[in-house]
């Protein structure tokens, strides 16, 4: 377990090196776009409009660059698994896999956590800069308090449809995680298998077959996921919420087993020269 | 004595050729042992499967009566050419991977080889020549107290004075038990330290000779490996 441990912290690590120089970069960046899109002057109300604008762009960057990070994290995932160095570790390929999937699971978690915290800091700055953002926030306060006291099941309904909102998003998040390294054990074992054949040619045209039949099965989900309007608001029946869930828990499962099956007996290290 | 390394009719296919066919070895404790062969004879191959690197063999790898390939990477260290790591890292970052990832990894043991190969722990890999990293390699390998050490042409970018303190100095930095399966092309130069030598030829084990049977017939070890070629030849 310990080794467990110490490979998890080290790809975490691996994962995590360029995470400060992005949140860095989406700060900098809210701040200058902001900047030069907002006229700056000791004014309060022109202050009121720059930290609206800065809290509006900085939540828009936040969407792409989760997007971005998760593409980035998703190459480093299977550059761990393809390399020698790190297949190396005196642990299992079950274990080693797993601990590849957790570490880029919790290095999305970390990093949204951090985004997070930076808008937390600048709504937090834009409270105590604005008497009236302070006002409208303890007139909010005061009305939600007494909606939840005369509303309190609805509340929890609410809460409810959050919650599987949740879970199915990081069900999906680690299912494509999963789905990536299927495609590309796969694609690596086949080409093994078949005839040496130089160029990139017959590699990309395995890959693109391997797609399709993923395609075909992701398009299976997705038409079960539309047919209940997961997406359109939280206007959803319980027991179809939990169908889903169920349905991604046994994909994640299955395609998880498959994965270490294929790292165990047919996916090799290579060593890159 | 109980065998260290035991491989029995290994057959490794890829690519729909047959890369080593009914591969037979044993090798003992404390030995020193060439693995020879020409270009794309199965070399790396064979010591990449022993590694469990590469995978849809037939047959068995045994090392210290374990088949299990996590006990037998715990076991063995194997010259990797470190292209894990983006070639920015620092060699103290390096070696703080080795620290956590291997139990058995002795820091006093990489100061002493550090200094011995004169590598500053703050030299970032892209400013490493190919034969400074090669060094590195050869100090965080031995820098791990294993059972087997598979050295994988581990001079070839060295320069001919480094090469040869370090061939003299190999047998020094393992334990006595300890065994050494080194391939290398400079088969004159790494004679001195060998106890056997094993030939890969046409996908098998040509032969497995102890250097001193070799040495009997009045013969070097590269005279007797050229012979091998010349015989097969005629």
């Not at chain 1, 005196?90 to 915290?117: A, G, Q």
């Not at chain 1, 093994?192 to 990139?200: A, I, K, M, T, Y």
């Not at chain 1, 027991?239 to 007996?265: C, E, P, Y």
Request: aromatic share 12%.
């Amino acid at each position: 377990m310990s080794i467990f441990k110490s490979l998890f912290s080290q790809q975490f690590k691996q994962k995590t090196k360029n995470l400060y120089l992005i949140l860095l970069i989406e700060f900098i960046g809210s701040i200058a776009i902001t900047f030069f899109s907002s006229r700056y002057s000791y004014n309060s109300s022109v202050l009121d409009t720059f930290m609206i604008k800065l809290l509006s762009i900085y939540s828009t960057i936040m969407i792409f660059s989760t997007f971005a990070f998760y593409i980035i994290i998703c190459f480093i995932n299977e550059k761990i698994n393809l390399s020698q160095t790190w297949r190396l570790t005196p642990i299992n390929d079950s274990l080693f896999y797993i601990s590849n999937i957790l570490s880029s699971f919790v290095t999305m978690v970390y990093f949204k956590l951090l985004e997070l915290l930076t808008l937390a800091i600048f709504s937090g700055l834009y409270y105590v800069i604005s008497p009236q953002v302070r006002t409208n926030v303890a007139i909010t306060l005061n009305e939600l308090n007494k909606y939840t006291n005369s509303h309190l099941s609805k509340l929890y309904n609410i809460f409810d449809e959050t919650l599987i909102f949740i879970t199915i998003m990081v069900l999906l998040a680690l299912l494509t995680y999963l789905i990536i390294s299927f495609l590309n054990f796969t694609s690596r074992a086949i080409m093994n298998f078949l005839p040496h054949v130089s160029g990139r040619g017959v590699s990309s045209i395995i890959r693109l077959v391997i797609i399709w039949l993923i395609a075909w099965l992701l398009v299976k989900i997705s038409n079960l996921i539309r047919m209940n309007n997961i997406f359109s608001g939280f206007m959803v029946n319980d027991k179809s919420s939990l169908l889903i869930i169920l349905v991604l828990l046994i994909l994640n499962l299955f395609f998880l087993i498959v994965n270490v099956f294929l790292m165990q007996h047919y996916f090799e290290a290579i060593e890159k020269k | 004595m109980d065998n260290l390394l035991e491989i029995k009719d290994l057959t490794y296919k890829k690519n729909q050729k047959i890369i080593l066919d009914k591969i037979n070895l044993e090798l003992q404790p404390g030995k020193i042992v060439a693995l020879l062969g020409e270009n794309g004879a199965g070399k790396t191959t064979l010591m990449r499967i022993i590694a469990g690197m590469a995978k849809n063999y037939q047959g068995s790898v045994t090392l210290l009566n374990e088949t299990k390939e996590a006990m037998r990477k715990a076991h063995l260290s194997f010259t990797d050419g470190l292209t894990g790591f983006g070639d920015s890292t620092k060699i103290q970052d390096i070696v703080h991977f080795y620290q956590v990832i291997y139990t058995d990894f002795d820091d006093e043991q990489f100061d002493q080889l550090r200094s011995f190969m004169k590598l500053d722990l703050n030299m970032r890999l892209s400013h490493l020549s190919k034969g400074m990293r090669e060094k590195l390699i050869i100090a965080l390998t031995f820098s791990r107290k294993a059972d087997l050490y598979l050295l994988d042409e581990p001079f070839s970018g060295i320069d001919a004075m480094a090469r040869k303190k370090i061939i003299n100095s190999i047998i020094l930095w393992k334990a006595d038990q300890a065994t050494i399966l080194i391939s290398d092309h400079f088969v004159n130069e790494i004679a001195t330290m060998l106890d056997e030598v094993v030939v890969i030829k046409d996908k098998t084990v040509l032969t497995h000779q102890s250097t001193e049977a070799i040495r009997t017939n009045n013969l070097s070890i590269e005279e007797y490996y050229e012979g091998l070629y010349l015989k097969e030849d005629e």
